[in-house]
């Protein structure tokens, strides 16, 4: 009898395999494990939204963060007008500076 896997262990296989096989790196956060070209895929028929993380997730801000996308803004004081501040330090004009963006 075969028997379909739960999307979660998907996202658990993963991230195993990025722990094992992932390259160090620093970034702006500190120091990550990453893992270039992992993907899941998932079905959204049945009106679900898969939320797998291994972070506290802010359903609000990252509703409002998806809304914004789908609208094509690109205006990062949108979302900071409706409290979100996800894209505060990479909108700054330090960091696009740095990024050569003018």
């Known amino acids: 009898m075969s028997r379909l896997k739960h999307p979660e262990s998907h996202y ?7 722990l094992l096989f992932g390259s160090n790196e620093t970034r702006r956060n500190g120091k990550v494990k990453t893992h270039i070209g992992g ?3 998932f079905d959204l028929n049945n009106n679900v939204m898969p939320i797998l993380t291994t972070k506290k997730l802010a359903w609000k801000s990252c509703l409002k963060e998806l809304l914004w996308f789908i609208n ?3 205006n990062n004081n949108t979302l900071v ?5 996800i894209w505060n330090k990479n909108a700054s004009k330090e960091f696009l500076k740095i990024l050569g963006v003018k």
Request: glycine share 12%; charged share 30%; proline share 0%.
């Open 12 to 18: 658990l296989d993963l991230v195993k395999h990025t």
């Open 39 to 41: 993907a899941l895929r």
């Open 72 to 74: 094509g803004d690109t």
């Open 81 to 85: 007008n409706q409290g979100v501040k």
